[in-house]
């Protein structure tokens, strides 16, 4: 899963692909949901920033993965799973840098 | 109009899911999630292969509806109900494309299709056979699509609600949060717009919000109820969940999805730009 270039004229879920491994000029936040040891594959990353207020969802890659473009700062990650499973980490996001958030459920 | 003329939930779809005359639609731009898994019984629709014109920066004009709709086997006097990813942003614009083109019983699935994957509710791979149809579409409605010019005419006139995330309302994010940053234009907004993110509509589970939820959320962020309103995004197909919300059920007249959206109003030469969390 995760934003590519090529979907960059789109709003929607991103097509699944690998992450991306260079920040180049964007404060990418990304990390994999797992359970159990074994990536949760059917669920949601949904952004948060400082305030609390939702700003961005994605949906879980066939891996687990998740990623975002965000603006430098605070924020957190909130993932959504069947079975009315829900958990949040911090995070902070910086322009040149991938921030790893991997969560556990 | 009301709430259950446009909206149904799972359980009605899991009921009438096989009756004929029901048509279930999945609307992606990632139709990778249709191919994975779908309702039962469901047809897709790719957002950009199939809604978008191939050339020109424009939506698939009316023999191109037709042509879609009568290959995917849909007749005009099916009920057409549509879901998908993204809290339904892509079905809420297909919605928005169906009732411009005149198809009177369209629907959406509250929640879309992350609702029912978080309730665990059957998902199928096997695609369906459906009979190819003659669909006859209608001329455009005009009174639900905005384009530039009525948006630069509604400054300081009209409502004009971006329902962009505050990041990308104030300029500081040209797109949204997972998406790449890149884009050749300006960053900010329609001068006199009131940003009430598209996310504040919706319950965490995609579901919209109540009718009196939706009322005071519009109402505290200074729209006038009496006044036409223009939504934006930056493409257009997030302002279409407001459109929804507005037009179909909260039943306002005058509402108008402006599908240019930013990435057309942000590289025009010579428009206001304002910058910056608004007032």
Redesign the interface.
């Known amino acids: 899963m995760s934003?590519?270039?090529a979907?960059?004229?789109?709003?929607?879920?991103?097509?699944?692909s690998a992450l991306v491994t260079e920040a180049g000029?964007?404060a990418v936040v990304q990390g994999t949901v797992t359970q159990a040891g074994a990536p949760v594959s059917?669920?949601?990353a949904?952004?948060l920033?400082s305030g609390g207020?939702?700003?961005?969802?994605?949906?879980l890659g066939?891996d687990g993965a998740f990623?975002?473009?965000?603006?430098p700062g605070d924020w957190t990650l909130r993932v959504?799973?069947?079975?009315g499973i829900r958990a949040e980490q911090g995070v902070t996001a910086a322009i040149g840098k991938i921030s790893r958030v991997d969560v556990v459920v | 109009m009301s709430r259950s003329d446009v909206l149904v939930d799972a359980a009605w779809v899991e009921a009438h899911q096989g009756d004929p005359g029901i048509v279930l639609v999945e609307v992606d731009e990632d139709t990778s999630a249709y191919d994975k898994g779908h309702i039962r019984g469901a047809v897709k629709i790719d957002w950009k292969q199939d809604l978008q014109d191939p050339v020109r920066r424009d939506f698939v004009d009316k023999a191109g509806f037709e042509a879609l709709l009568s290959k995917r086997g849909i007749s005009n006097d099916d009920t057409v109900v549509l879901y998908g990813g993204n809290n339904n942003w892509f079905a809420a614009y297909a919605y928005w494309y169906f009732k411009l083109y005149g198809h009177h019983n369209v629907k959406l699935l509250d929640g879309g299709r992350k609702k029912w994957e978080l309730d665990s509710r059957e998902l199928v791979t096997e695609v369906p056979e459906r009979a190819a149809a003659h669909y006859t579409a209608q001329e455009q409605d005009s009174s639900i699509r905005a384009f530039r010019d009525e948006v630069v005419a509604a400054i300081g006139a009209k409502n004009l609600i971006d329902v962009r995330s505050p990041d990308e309302f104030a300029g500081r994010l040209l797109a949204p949060a997972h998406l790449p940053q890149e884009q050749a234009q300006r960053g900010g907004h329609v001068p006199t717009a009131k940003n009430v993110p598209w996310s504040k509509a919706a319950e965490e589970d995609g579901t919209f919000k109540s009718d009196d939820a939706l009322q005071a959320l519009y109402a505290e962020a200074g729209v006038d109820f009496g006044t036409d309103t223009i939504a934006y995004c930056r493409i257009g197909e997030r302002s279409a969940h407001t459109w929804f919300v507005f037009h179909e059920l909260l039943g306002q007249q005058n509402v108008k999805n402006y599908d240019g959206s930013w990435t057309e109003y942000g590289s025009l030469v010579g428009v206001p730009i304002e910058l910056g969390d608004g007032a």
């Open positions: 934003g590519t270039q979907v960059a004229d789109g709003c929607g879920a991103p097509a699944d000029n964007q059917t669920g949601y949904r952004l920033n207020e939702f700003v961005a969802e994605v949906p066939s990623q975002f473009f965000a603006a959504l799973a069947p079975g």
